[in-house]
């Protein structure tokens, strides 16, 4: 029932309905709206968007029940009442489209709920906000769990699916939402005896919980007395009494003693962690095959482009011998640097691959982000983001003025994302700055999801994007360098898909797809900012107004094919384990034995005693099984921009097919289908391995220029 919801997207384009729907009234232009480059850049400009709405007030995302915490129990008591009344309504209506629209609308009512949630409970400043948030998520999540195990609403549904003449009078979509719905119900295990749907609602619960636990300690930091690290490193960590903390790996650090420290710090093991990452893997192989499947990792891949593990190791099996060679000359280039720099301990270490690798491109193309940055300031990245999508897709963004109560933060900005011709499509929100407390991660929520309502009016879809940016000074405006320059792009590549994924139901809108087809938006965006005739429409240094010079633009671009292959390499290891852990069980041996087995052989740096990285593993909770998604989202995107918008990125009639053909159905359609329509081919993993591998060649135009 919420398969679908509660997708963070880590560090992803509305569409006119095809035809079968009304089509929603144009909106009409606001006058509140304003250029968005000034929104982020000028200070009075800020004052003034929040100033003129000082006298209305509503909650959170202007739902009025959000102006205090307590307001949560309202909106999770509202949403479980109205889906009560929902899946009676489902259980009385004879099999039809409106069963797939009453399933739809029984969606939506949670996960308005669920993933405003979601994003609340990490990001609002107020405890008692982020509590309540918190315990939002665990009861709808509990009752979406009763629900998917509801045999009654499943038999409504399964009506619908075994009725041949009505199923083949819908539309593709709405059969592929009916497919998905049942699709939830089976994964549940609704086909089982009540005894072991209870088991699978009580595993899926404890799952749920087992997965925030091992999250929250995947960052907490570790202790170590402060008398057993040399005293001229310890001012590298935060001192408490007789103790240091240890938060993070310093894996920009140039003192290879502290990088070695902080890495066997961090990583030592902690049982309780160990404990849960154990039961939390024993739990999910324990649900797969409650439900039918052999592995978990069957269970997660289905529907995905990959399909299935064998399909995946496959792909990781061959893109890793495509990288063996080239992954040994970065090791190799990364030790003699090691060797110049620290003749006495010249071995390379897992703490090193980082810090070296970044040495070898700042020395090789002279990369110093600080020249950079007076090029990059937000207001200036954001007109070019403007610019790019007015281009290429007809959209324009506004700010817009917001409420009091609105936001969670006072610098928090509002986008309209406008249409040339089919006016208002969505908001984004824009969470762009560091602040105490809040998570220093570069993420895209969908906190409502678009879908056509019952009235014919369609509910426009609503995101934040939460990067972690500097403030502006008195003598700056915010200035990124050139990798939160890329972030932004990536992550605004999602909120685009959120915009023009305007599907008819909520299940299927914008990012709400396969996970592997997820990331190809967004990082399609990466290839527009790395190349020069885009930054150029927008790279002016704030102060002289010089446009950034082409040379420092393709240095920048090579300088990240140096050590790109072991970068990958170690990106392939990550997937492995993934892949093992999520696997055939009982484990042949520990999930320290695995990573360290994994590591010599898929990575090729060694395994150091008495460290379990796994345990800081993060994405073993959100990307279960599917790690493997960010290198073939990456195939898929180099394969699109290098075929439909490498000769010209600007090229609108290409940016309506992308809109077409991948953006716009969102979930809809199969991930292979869309990827299809784009290249007008079906690729095989040769081609996936090929794309991301012809992605490391050096541009040799460039290397003989700065030769």
Same mark, same amino acid.
């Given at each position: 029932?919420?398969?679908?919801?509660?997708?963070?997207?880590?560090?992803?384009?509305?569409?006119?309905?095809?035809?079968?729907?009304?089509?929603?009234?144009?909106?009409?232009?606001?006058?509140?709206?304003?250029?968005?480059?000034?929104?982020?850049?000028?200070?009075?400009?800020?004052?003034?968007?929040?100033?003129?709405?000082?006298?209305?007030?509503?909650?959170?995302?202007?739902?009025?029940?959000?102006?205090?915490?307590? +307001?949560?129990?309202?909106?999770?008591?509202?949403?479980?009442?109205? @889906?009560?009344?929902?899946?009676?309504?489902?259980?009385?209506?004879?099999?039809?489209?409106?069963?797939?629209?009453?399933?739809?609308?029984?969606?939506?009512?949670?996960?308005?709920?669920?993933?405003?949630?979601?994003?609340?409970?990490?990001?609002?400043?107020?405890?008692?906000?982020?509590?309540?948030?918190?315990?939002?998520?665990?009861?709808?999540?509990?009752?979406?769990?009763?629900?998917?195990?509801?045999?009654?609403?499943?038999?409504?549904?399964?009506?619908?699916?075994?009725?041949?003449?009505?199923?083949?009078?819908?539309?593709?979509?709405?059969?592929?939402?009916?497919?998905?719905?049942?699709?939830?119900?089976?994964?549940?295990?609704?086909?089982?005896?009540?005894?072991?749907?209870?088991?699978?609602?009580?595993?899926?619960?404890?799952?749920?919980?087992?997965?925030?636990?091992?999250?929250?300690?995947?960052?907490?930091?570790?202790?170590?007395?402060?008398?057993?690290?040399?005293?001229?490193?310890?001012?590298?960590?935060?001192?408490?009494?007789?103790?240091?903390?240890?938060?993070?790996?310093?894996?920009?650090?140039?003192?290879?003693?502290?990088?070695?420290?902080?890495?066997?710090?961090?990583?030592?093991?902690?049982?309780?962690?160990?404990?849960?990452?154990?039961?939390?893997?024993?739990?999910?192989? @324990?649900?797969?095959?409650?439900?039918?499947?052999?592995?978990?990792?069957?269970?997660?891949?289905? +529907?995905?482009?990959?399909?299935?593990?064998?399909?995946?190791?496959?792909?990781?099996?061959?893109?890793?011998?495509?990288?063996?060679?080239?992954?040994?000359?970065?090791?190799?280039?990364?030790?003699?640097?090691?060797?110049?720099?620290?003749?006495?301990?010249?071995?390379?270490?897992?703490?090193?691959?980082?810090?070296?690798?970044?040495?070898?491109?700042?020395?090789? %193309?002279?990369?110093?982000?600080?020249?950079?940055?007076?090029?990059?300031?937000?207001?200036?990245?954001?007109?070019?983001?403007? @610019?790019?999508?007015?281009?290429?897709?007809?959209?324009?963004? %506004?700010?817009?003025?917001?409420?009091?109560?609105?936001?969670?933060?006072?610098?928090?900005?509002?986008?309209?994302?406008?249409?040339?011709?089919?006016?208002?499509?969505?908001?984004?929100?824009?969470?762009?700055?560091?602040?105490?407390?809040?998570?220093?991660?570069?993420?895209?929520?969908?906190?409502?999801?678009?879908?056509?309502?019952?009235?014919?009016?369609?509910?426009?879809?609503?995101?934040?994007?939460?990067?972690?940016?500097?403030?502006?000074?008195?003598?700056?405006?915010?200035?990124?360098?050139? +990798?939160?320059?890329?972030?932004?792009?990536?992550?605004?590549?999602?909120?685009?898909?959120?915009?023009?994924?305007?599907?008819?139901?909520?299940?299927?809108?914008?990012?709400?797809?396969?996970?592997?087809?997820?990331?190809?938006?967004?990082?399609?965006?990466?290839?527009?900012?790395?190349?020069?005739?885009?930054?150029?429409?927008?790279?002016?240094?704030?102060?002289? +107004?010089?446009?950034?010079?082409?040379?420092?633009?393709?240095?920048?671009?090579?300088?990240?094919?140096?050590?790109?292959?072991?970068?990958?390499?170690?990106?392939?290891?990550?997937?492995?384990?993934?892949?093992?852990?999520?696997?055939?069980?009982?484990?042949?041996?520990?999930?320290?034995?695995?990573?360290?087995?994994?590591?010599?052989?898929?990575?090729?740096?060694?395994?150091?005693?008495?460290?379990?990285?796994?345990?800081?593993?993060?994405?073993?909770?959100?990307?279960?099984?599917?790690?493997?998604? %960010?290198?073939?989202?990456?195939?898929?995107?180099?394969?699109?921009?290098?075929?439909?918008?490498?000769?010209?990125?600007?090229?609108?009639?290409?940016?309506?097919?992308?809109?077409?053909?991948?953006?716009?159905?969102?979930?809809?359609?199969?991930?292979?289908?869309?990827?299809?329509?784009?290249?007008?081919?079906?690729?095989?993993?040769?081609?996936?391995?090929?794309?991301?591998? @012809?992605?490391?060649?050096?541009?040799?135009?460039?290397?003989?220029?700065?030769?």
């Amino acid at each position: 029932m919420l398969a679908g919801c509660r997708r963070a997207l880590p560090a992803a384009l509305g569409r006119v309905l095809r035809g079968r729907a009304a089509r929603p009234g144009r909106r009409a232009v606001s006058t509140s709206w304003c250029p968005v480059g000034a929104a982020f850049d000028a200070k009075q400009q800020q004052q003034q968007l929040r100033g003129s709405a000082a006298g209305r007030e509503t909650g959170l995302f202007g739902v009025p029940e959000l102006s205090c915490p307590e +307001g949560f129990q309202e909106a999770q008591d509202k949403a479980l009442q109205e @889906s009560e009344q929902l899946v009676q309504k489902a259980c009385s209506t004879p099999p039809g489209p409106k069963t797939v629209m009453i399933f739809d609308q029984l969606s939506d009512g949670l996960c308005r709920v669920a993933d405003l949630a979601d994003f609340v409970k990490i990001a609002h400043p107020d405890f008692a906000f982020r509590e309540a948030a918190e315990e939002a998520c665990r009861s709808i999540g509990t009752m979406v769990e009763k629900l998917n195990t509801d045999v009654e609403l499943c038999q409504s549904l399964r009506r619908l699916l075994a009725d041949e003449i009505v199923m083949s009078s819908l539309d593709p979509e709405t059969r592929r939402v009916a497919e998905l719905f049942m699709f939830d119900f089976e994964i549940s295990g609704i086909h089982l005896d009540e005894e072991k749907r209870k088991k699978a609602v009580n595993l899926n619960i404890r799952i749920l919980d087992l997965c925030n636990e091992f999250l929250t300690g995947t960052h907490l930091p570790n202790k170590i007395d402060k008398h057993v690290l040399p005293e001229h490193i310890r001012y590298n960590f935060t001192a408490e009494g007789n103790y240091l903390q240890v938060a993070g790996l310093h894996a920009d650090c140039p003192d290879d003693l502290v990088r070695e420290a902080a890495y066997k710090i961090f990583l030592y093991p902690n049982a309780e962690q160990l404990s849960r990452l154990e039961e939390l893997l024993a739990s999910r192989n @324990s649900l797969a095959q409650l439900v039918g499947y052999d592995t978990f990792a069957h269970r997660a891949l289905q +529907g995905t482009m990959a399909k299935n593990p064998e399909t995946v190791r496959q792909f990781l099996e061959k893109l890793s011998d495509k990288l063996s060679k080239r992954t040994q000359k970065d090791f190799e280039m990364m030790t003699k640097m090691k060797t110049k720099l620290n003749p006495q301990n010249s071995k390379l270490m897992p703490w090193d691959h980082p810090y070296y690798s970044g040495v070898l491109r700042a020395e090789r %193309y002279n990369i110093d982000p600080g020249l950079y940055c007076p090029f990059f300031s937000l207001g200036a990245c954001m007109e070019g983001l403007n @610019s790019l999508f007015s281009q290429l897709l007809g959209i324009s963004l %506004y700010a817009e003025q917001t409420q009091r109560g609105e936001v969670w933060s006072e610098d928090v900005r509002k986008l309209a994302v406008v249409h040339e011709t089919e006016g208002l499509l969505g908001y984004i929100y824009c969470d762009f700055f560091q602040r105490p407390d809040k998570p220093h991660q570069d993420c895209h929520f969908t906190v409502r999801g678009g879908r056509l309502r019952e009235n014919g009016e369609y509910q426009l879809p609503v995101v934040v994007l939460m990067l972690s940016l500097p403030h502006s000074t008195r003598g700056a405006p915010t200035l990124l360098s050139p +990798g939160m320059m890329e972030n932004l792009f990536h992550e605004m590549g999602h909120a685009m898909h959120s915009m023009l994924g305007r599907t008819r139901y909520q299940h299927v809108t914008g990012t709400r797809c396969p996970t592997d087809f997820a990331e190809v938006p967004s990082i399609l965006m990466e290839y527009f900012a790395n190349d020069y005739r885009v930054v150029n429409q927008f790279a002016r240094h704030y102060k002289t +107004g010089q446009p950034l010079p082409k040379n420092m633009v393709s240095r920048l671009c090579e300088s990240k094919k140096v050590c790109a292959a072991a970068d990958m390499q170690l990106q392939v290891f990550y997937a492995a384990l993934d892949q093992i852990y999520h696997g055939k069980h009982p484990l042949k041996k520990s999930t320290t034995e695995i990573l360290k087995e994994t590591q010599e052989k898929v990575y090729g740096l060694p395994y150091v005693p008495n460290t379990a990285w796994q345990l800081r593993f993060s994405h073993l909770v959100g990307y279960g099984a599917k790690y493997y998604s %960010y290198l073939m989202s990456r195939a898929v995107a180099s394969m699109v921009w290098k075929q439909c918008f490498a000769q010209d990125p600007f090229d609108r009639a290409m940016g309506e097919r992308y809109r077409r053909e991948m953006l716009a159905h969102g979930g809809g359609k199969e991930p292979i289908l869309m990827v299809q329509g784009m290249l007008q081919k079906s690729p095989s993993v040769e081609d996936f391995v090929d794309a991301l591998v @012809s992605d490391l060649d050096q541009d040799f135009e460039t290397f003989i220029m700065d030769s």
